[in-house]
Antibody, heavy 122, light 107 residues
Framework: QVQLAESGGGVVQPGGSLRLSCAASGFTFSSYGMNWLRQAPGKGLEWVAFISFDGGNKQYVDSVKGRFTISRDTSMNTLHLQLNSLRPEDTAMYYC???????????????WGQGTLVTVSS | DIQMTQSPSSLSASVGDRVTITCQASQDINTYLAWYQQKPGKAPRLLIYGASNLETGVPSRFSGSAFRTDFTFTITSLQPEDIATYYCQQYDLLPITFGQGTRLDIK
């Protein structure tokens, strides 16, 4: 079945970096855009970044522009999120979610991973 | 950015009750509105998309409706397993945005 599995979270100091990964299975990864979302402890959901099926279109929420980079490795069916210049307010559970096909634009998120926790603290 | 104003922020109801949550968009989003259920320690689950379409496998006691920029989510007969936090989400424009969430528990 369709599955997403995040990894790479951990504790990092302010200003540090981390690389998150999301392994996809059960669907044709190269045909779908993908998203990262996050949820701070006890808070609501926030969309973070989107990458198109071919990697040619990348979009970010303003608060992470210039610090986070979304990418994908189609040969490994894996989505990445590079987190640089981390701040305490980036502390959150980070989820990947399946996005639109090549013929769609924005779609609801019908498949989520279980999340990976990023904690930014000194 | 499109603001999604969701209410109430918390709700307590009895098993069998009809429960209603509302969400108002700050501008027209057509019907690009989804509802999610999130249980503690779990990822969100898509329940409703296109404002009123039930995702496959979701019980029919869940429903959604729309009137212009006002959206309503209803549980017709609350069950114990429905205890969760519910979020609305617009996917008409980037950045995709969510409502603040409604925490639902049993009275």
């Amino acid at each position: 079945q369709v599955q997403l599995a995040e990894s790479g979270g951990g504790v990092v100091q302010p200003g540090g970096s981390l690389r998150l990964s999301c392994a996809a299975s059960g669907f044709t990864f190269s045909s779908y855009g993908m998203n990262w979302l996050r949820q701070a402890p006890g808070k609501g959901l926030e969309w973070v970044a989107f990458i198109s099926f071919d990697g040619g279109n990348k979009q970010y929420v303003d608060s992470v522009k210039g610090r986070f980079t979304i990418s994908r490795d189609t040969s490994m069916n894996t989505l990445h999120l590079q987190l640089n210049s981390l701040r305490p307010e980036d502390t959150a559970m980070y989820y990947c979610a399946k996005g639109p096909t090549r013929s769609q634009w924005l779609v609801p998120f019908d498949t989520w991973g279980q999340g990976t926790l990023v904690t930014v603290s000194s | 950015d499109i603001q999604m104003t969701q209410s109430p922020s918390s709700l307590s109801a009895s098993v069998g009750d009809r429960v209603t949550i509302t969400c108002q968009a700050s501008q027209d989003i057509n019907t690009y509105l989804a509802w999610y259920q999130q249980k503690p320690g779990k990822a969100p689950r898509l329940l409703i998309y296109g404002a009123s379409n039930l995702e496959t496998g979701v019980p029919s006691r869940f429903s959604g409706s729309a009137f212009r920029t006002d959206f309503t989510f209803t549980i017709t007969s609350l069950q114990p397993e429905d205890i969760a936090t519910y979020y609305c989400q617009q996917y008409d424009l980037l950045p995709i945005t969510f409502g603040q969430g409604t925490r639902l528990d049993i009275k």
